[in-house]
C-alpha cells in the first residue's frame, strides 16, 4: 500500500533487517544490520566513518577497485598485503597492522582473484586481527554462490565486535536493485546510520518490501 511509496526508516525495513540476520551463520541482533544501496555504498559507508587523510588501510594484494575507489574520497594510504592462494598471508598482515584503521578482505571467490580463503587461513587472520586490535572489513557480495557444500564461516563470525560484514543481493537477485547490507558492531551502528542517512535518507523501501517477499519462500 502507500506505505511501499513513502520515506522509511534509515536503518531499512524492519522484516528485512531481520530476514537477513536470521540467513546469517552467526547470531545477529537485527538492529546491527543496515539495509544499503547495494554493498559499495557499505564501502563508502565505511570509509567516511572510519578514515581520514593519511589513514593506513590494509588491503589484499591485489583487491577489489571499487573498494579503492570508495575509500579514495578520504584520501588513506592504502598499504599491500601479501598474499597466496590460502589468502593473505598472516606473517605480513601482523608486521603492517600497527596504526592501520583496517583491513579489507574478501575471503569467498575474491575480486579480482577468485580465490577463496582456507578454513585455516581464516582462523589464523581473525585471531591475528584480534589480538593486534586491527578490525576487519569482510565483503562478502559472493559468498552466496556455493554448489557443492556449505561455506567456511566468514571471519565475522568469529569476532562480530571486531568486524562489519558486508553483503549483497546483487549477485543472487538482480545487481540493478542496488541492495546491499551491512552487519556492525553496537558501538559504530550509528555513526554508520549517521552516514547514511545524509547519503541518501534510506535505501528505497519499494525495493526492500519486493525483496523481503522473494525471501520469505
Avoid at 520515506?7 to 552467526?26: D, F, H, I, K, Q
Avoid at 582473484?113 to 591475528?128: D, I, K, L, P
Amino acid at each position: 500500500g502507500p506505505a511501499a511509496l513513502q520515506y522509511a526508516a534509515s536503518e531499512g525495513y524492519g522484516p528485512l533487517r531481520e530476514a537477513v540476520a536470521a540467513m546469517l551463520p552467526w547470531p545477529v541482533d537485527p538492529a546491527q544490520v543496515l539495509i544499503t544501496a547495494g554493498s559499495q555504498q557499505g564501502l563508502d559507508l565505511v570509509a567516511k566513518v572510519l578514515l581520514d587523510p593519511g589513514s593506513r588501510v590494509l588491503v589484499e594484494t591485489p583487491t577489489y577497485l571499487g573498494a579503492l575507489q570508495a575509500f579514495a574520497p578520504m584520501e588513506p594510504e592504502p598499504v599491500s598485503v601479501a598474499s597466496d592462494n590460502e589468502g593473505v598471508v598472516v606473517a605480513d598482515l601482523q608486521a603492517k597492522a600497527a596504526d592501520a584503521r583496517f583491513i579489507y578482505l574478501l575471503p569467498n571467490f575474491q575480486n579480482p582473484t577468485g580465490r577463496t580463503m582456507t578454513e585455516e587461513r581464516r582462523a589464523a587472520v581473525s585471531a591475528a586481527a584480534a589480538k593486534a586490535g586491527l578490525p576487519i572489513v569482510e565483503d562478502n557480495p559472493y559468498g552466496e554462490l556455493w554448489f557443492d557444500e556449505a561455506p567456511p564461516l566468514p571471519l565475522t563470525a568469529r569476532n562480530p565486535e571486531g568486524c562489519i560484514y558486508l553483503g549483497s543481493f546483487s549477485k543472487v537477485l538482480a545487481p540493478g536493485l542496488r541492495l546491499g547490507f551491512m552487519v556492525a558492531p553496537k558501538a559504530i551502528f550509528p555513526k554508520l546510520l549517521q552516514a547514511k542517512q545524509a547519503v541518501d535518507l534510506h535505501t528505497p523501501i519499494f525495493t526492500q518490501r519486493m525483496v523481503h517477499e522473494v525471501m520469505k519462500d
